[in-house]
């Protein structure tokens, strides 16, 4: 007889500790400390009285971080069992979707993007791609050497610095004017990111024109060594510039005097553009060039029968 599915309690995944923080990406093993708040969804196979598969979801917004099988219990059907056990919870909650996402890095992407296949999710579509750069590499880059100082007029200040007025002037923008992109508003990663990230005061730069903000570079510590820019932006029609450039120069020399080592970014791929201009610049001085992936499944409700 297989193994049940289980669903394991916040108390569990506590007691579970390093061996079911094992079973998951490191960025989420917080969660396993206080799974209520996370509100998370957690559902295991044991053998022999130990957890051999794990996989972690998140309740209220259907999303599934990280599915595990330990090596020995692999093709089995554990991780089909695990995907269905999931789509049958979420569904007695109420749930009618249920997303993911993953890196095509990862070992066996390809085949958990097979196991959603065979499940009848959605089709993957290409999401995000992710650069990571060693700064002391990018210090030596050709561009950075032989750029120029920005013109008469063009300052880069710290975020912290810009006034009132500055700030409200930029608000209006966002909220009224275009070139904008809702996905890029500033004010949005001022603060902590979605995965509870640090904002990093250090690389919180604005790009002014005459004391207008037209640019900006927001940013989280991921480590000690690591640092992501989670948004970096210039006014499209000064793009030609190269006023990005400027303001990555800054940024990059902002976190190699705070003592990190790598940076890392992300790029939409619905922003074809920025990838060719990211691809341009920083290919030769990369250290990762990776993408993400997404797709999800509508959930069928449960059969109420007559």
């Known amino acids: 007889m297989s193994a049940a599915v289980l669903v394991l309690s916040a108390g569990q995944l506590r007691a579970g500790g390093a061996a079911l923080a094992a079973m998951t990406f490191p960025h989420y093993r917080p969660l396993l400390a206080d799974a209520d708040a996370a509100d998370l969804l957690a559902l295991a196979v044991l053998h022999d009285g130990l957890p051999c598969a794990l996989l972690l979801a998140r309740r209220g917004e259907a999303s599934l971080l990280s ?6 219990q692999r093709r089995q059907g554990l991780a089909r069992r695990l995907l269905a056990a999931l789509e049958q919870q979420l569904v007695r909650g109420g749930g009618q979707a249920v997303a993911t996402a993953w890196m095509d890095n990862m070992p066996a992407a390809a085949a958990f993007a097979a196991l ?5 999710w959605a089709e993957p579509q290409p999401r995000m791609v992710l650069y990571r750069a060693d700064l002391a590499r990018l210090a030596r880059a050709d561009w950075l050497l032989g750029l120029a100082e920005p013109p008469a007029g063009h300052a880069i200040v710290p975020w912290s610095g810009l006034d009132a007025g500055q700030l409200a002037t930029l608000r209006q923008a966002v ?14 990663f001022a603060g902590a990111g979605l995965d509870g990230a640090a904002a990093e005061p250090r690389l919180a730069l604005a790009y002014t024109v005459w004391g207008e903000v037209v640019g900006w570079n927001l940013a989280h510590r991921l480590d000690a060594d690591t640092v992501r820019a989670s948004c970096t932006f210039v006014r499209p029609e ?7 450039l400027s303001l990555w120069r800054a940024a990059f020399g902002a976190a190699a005097a705070a003592g990190y080592r790598t940076v890392s970014w992300a790029v939409a791929r619905q922003r074809p ?5 990211n691809d341009r610049f920083m290919a030769p001085y990369l250290a990762q060039r990776s993408e993400s992936w997404a797709c999800g499944k509508r959930l069928a409700p449960p059969d109420q029968g007559i």
Do not use: I, N
């Open 116 to 120: 959603l296949r065979d499940a009848a």
């Open 273 to 277: 553009a920025m990838l060719a201009f």
């Open 175 to 188: 909220r009224f004017e275009a070139w904008v992109p809702p996905d890029l508003v500033p004010f949005d």
């Open 238 to 244: 000064l793009q030609q510039q190269l006023l990005m």
């Open 67 to 72: 599915l595990f099988v330990a090596a020995g």
